[in-house]
């Protein structure tokens, strides 16, 4: 939950340096949520006015105003987040999670934010897709020294321009971010812009990736390709929350790709345009309908549209291995293989033996094999029909007419009017002639051509 605790009168420092003790006295008490849940949006107290985001599993950070400058408090620190119902991981983050806390801004703010590391090595703050002093830039060694564990520095500049960026160590990187050091940061337009239309409500979450083995909880940090948990701020379905809105409105989804692999991310019933990246707003003659886009590592992509259809409509990344959790790279092919007999001998010595993959894997969500202690299941989530079968990156749109605006609860399951549910008509007729035999490896016939020369090299 929050912990609000009084924000107290503020430094005045404008550069980028080791905070002073007299100047610790005055930093702003930094605010810690601990809660999975997507919070409700962060009306500014203060300030310029603006349409706040609804950060999917996550939440704004409250700021202060200081002699007209915003200040913000990052925490980096070690903490456990909730991946999943029954499932805790040990990441580092910011505030209490991971991601960090969203940070929101207006157009031409001074914003200063204090970093402390809290963490067991040196750290820094890289604002990635921002325009701001050269030593403001947050990559140790190059624009700054490190942050030691235990000591606060200061950042300071001016957004400059309005878009989706994201905030991110530039110190040890590959340790940090595999351990979850991450946050998003949106920069609202101070007035009426040509390219970025009103919305009703505006989305926004991180894609990130973790190599946690079943029955364990901390990240596997040398991992660079062989990923089991692919996630959404941190979270795996059916831990990631859907995205609710009324029927007719507006929908802005910002998502920002902090993984070590593309992502096709796939909508079902719309058509959306994407209306922006972390270099800014795409012209309008630049936009067509989609409803898939890639994301590539270290992009930001906003997808726009009107969600004119009600029901509950999937929502997810299109590589077919990022919708499971908890996946195994070694697991042979089973598929026509009958071990009956084999797996009656095996449950002799294993009574929990279960046979997995003769039929295909869909059986897997039907089964109540044991898992290890703090385990998502690899593929989970019910729906009002059956298991949806689905893990990781997923999660669903959920169009409801007679919304409120505002109103960001879960509506549950849609109730579909008469005549537009798809159901069974009958058996499956009979096959038109017996399938060919399997092809017996003596029939398989292989050409070999070896290469002549180097004139095709």
């Known amino acids: 939950m929050f912990n609000r605790r009084s924000l107290l009168a503020g430094s005045t420092l404008a550069s980028l340096a080791a905070v002073s003790k007299a100047a610790m006295a005055a930093l702003p008490e930094p605010v810690i949520q601990t809660s999975p849940d997507t919070q409700a949006p962060l009306v500014p107290p203060n300030g310029r006015p603006y349409n706040p985001v609804v950060t999917l599993n996550g939440w704004t950070a409250p700021w202060r105003m200081n002699n007209g400058v915003k200040e913000f408090h990052l925490v980096a620190e070690p903490v456990v987040r909730e991946m999943a119902p029954g499932f805790k991981a040990h990441l580092w983050g910011y505030n209490g999670q991971s991601p960090g806390p969203t940070i929101e801004v207006v157009e031409g703010d001074r914003v200063r934010i204090y970093v402390t590391n809290r963490l067991p090595e040196v750290t820094s703050m890289h604002w990635h897709g921002q325009r701001l002093p050269n030593g403001m830039d947050g990559v140790t060694g190059l624009t700054q020294p490190a942050i030691p564990p235990g000591k606060t520095w200061v950042y300071e500049f001016v957004a400059r321009r309005p878009g989706t960026f994201m905030y991110h160590p530039h110190a040890d990187e590959m340790v940090q971010m595999a351990m979850g050091m991450m946050g998003l940061w949106i920069t609202h337009p101070k007035a009426k812009h040509p390219l970025i239309d009103e919305v009703d409500r505006d989305y926004a979450f991180l894609l990130n990736a973790y190599d946690i083995e079943p029955g364990s909880a901390t990240p596997k940090v040398m991992t660079m390709l062989d990923f089991n948990l692919w996630s959404w701020n941190s979270r795996v379905f059916p831990g ?218």
């Open 240 to 457: 990631i929350a859907p995205l609710v809105a009324r029927q007719g409105d507006k929908v802005r989804i910002r998502i920002g790709n902090l993984t070590m692999t593309n992502h096709p991310i796939h909508i079902h019933g719309h058509e959306f345009m994407v209306t922006g990246t972390d270099g800014g707003p795409v012209p309008r003659s630049a936009r067509w309908p989609e409803v898939t886009t890639d994301i590539a590592v270290g992009q930001m992509r906003q997808l726009e549209f009107v969600a004119d259809e009600e029901g509950d409509w999937s929502f997810h990344c299109h590589k077919a291995h990022h919708t499971m959790n908890a996946m195994g790279h070694g697991v042979p092919t089973m598929i026509g293989v009958d071990h009956s007999g084999l797996a009656a001998k095996i449950r002799q010595l294993v009574p929990d033996y279960m046979v997995m993959g003769e039929r295909g894997m869909h059986d897997m969500t039907e089964m109540s094999m044991p898992l290890p202690d703090n385990t998502a299941p690899m593929m989970a989530g019910d729906g009002p029909f059956g298991p949806i079968a689905m893990g990781g990156m997923f999660s669903l749109l959920k169009v409801r007419r007679g919304l409120k605006r505002g109103d960001y609860s879960d509506p549950g399951w849609f109730q579909h009017p008469p005549g537009t549910l798809a159901r069974e008509v009958g058996d499956a007729p009979p096959a038109a002639s017996a399938p060919p035999p399997a092809a017996r490896a003596s029939d398989v016939e292989v050409q070999v051509r070896k290469p002549q020369g180097h004139h095709n090299h």
